[in-house]
T-cell receptor, first 113, second 117 residues
Framework: GNSVTQMEGPVTLSEEAFLTINCTYT??????LFWYVQYPGEGLQLLLK?????DKGSNKGFEATYRKETTSFHLEKGSVQVSDSAVYFC????????????FGTGTQLKVEL | SAVISQKPSRDICQRGTSLTIQCQVD?????MFWYRQQPGQSLTLIAT?????????ESGFVIDKFPISRPNLTFSTLTVSNMSPEDSSIYLC??????????????FGPGTRLTVL
């Protein structure tokens, strides 16, 4: 079946530090890949996406590259801010499968001054 | 993009009662979904709400416990029936806003935070 594995949190960083949150996937077929962010007390927001191999999604300084050879979609940011503190979810979607998202378990990020 | 609202935003309910959650979208969408996010957990898909027909439920979820309505292309409801404390979760509505460059992109509502005592 399809699955998404994320690095466990919580991850605590100092402001301006480099961020990497690992995400790997297993899928039958060629999924689209997504990162969603959930700020405290809020719903999910789409952060970035990539729909095919070697695509790079980017938004708000975050980036992730769709690596088919390693089945990975790691999230990176060069310099985090306190306002980036949130839970980050990696997800995949296979078309033709009812357009249903499969989520990872989420990684909590806490950025301190 | 699609703007989604949910009502209520939160509620505290007694064991054995039922709660109906509403999801309203600002544009017509083909697919609507209901997810559950239990405390500290990831999202689990409950069902796909189909317009004009019965919802399609995922393994572990049944219509008697989570009846869903989808009367048109902009609105859906999820009812959590005969609630127990284990139903305490955030319930989220999402829509598939496939259109042009936003292929297969899903948007989520703000969620309904349910606490069952």
């Amino acid at each position: 079946g399809n699955s998404v594995t994320q690095m466990e949190g919580p991850v605590t960083l100092s402001e301006e530090a480099f961020l990497t949150i690992n995400c790997t996937y297993t899928a039958t077929g060629y999924p689209s890949l997504f990162w969603y962010v959930q700020y405290p007390g809020e719903g999910l927001q789409l952060l970035l996406k990539a729909t095919k191999a070697d695509d790079k999604g980017s938004n708000k300084g975050f980036e992730a590259t769709y690596r088919k050879e390693t089945t990975s979609f790691h999230l990176e940011k060069g310099s985090v801010q306190v306002s980036d503190s949130a839970v980050y979810f990696c997800a995949l979607l296979l078309t033709g499968g009812g357009n249903k998202l499969t989520f990872g378990t989420g990684t909590q990020l806490k950025v301190e001054l | 993009s699609a703007v989604i609202s949910q009502k209520p935003s939160r509620d505290i309910c007694q064991r054995g009662t039922s709660l109906t959650i509403q999801c309203q979208v600002d544009s017509q969408v083909t697919m609507m979904f209901w997810y559950r996010q239990q405390p500290g957990q990831s999202l689990t898909l409950i069902a796909t709400a189909n317009q004009g027909s019965e919802a399609t439920y995922e393994s572990g979820f049944v219509i008697d416990k989570f009846p869903i309505s989808r009367p048109n292309l902009t609105f859906s409801t999820l009812t959590v029936s005969n609630m127990s404390p284990e139903d305490s979760s955030i319930y989220l509505c999402s829509v598939d806003a496939a259109s042009g460059s936003s292929y297969n992109e899903q948007f989520f509502g703000p969620g309904t935070r349910l606490t069952v005592l």
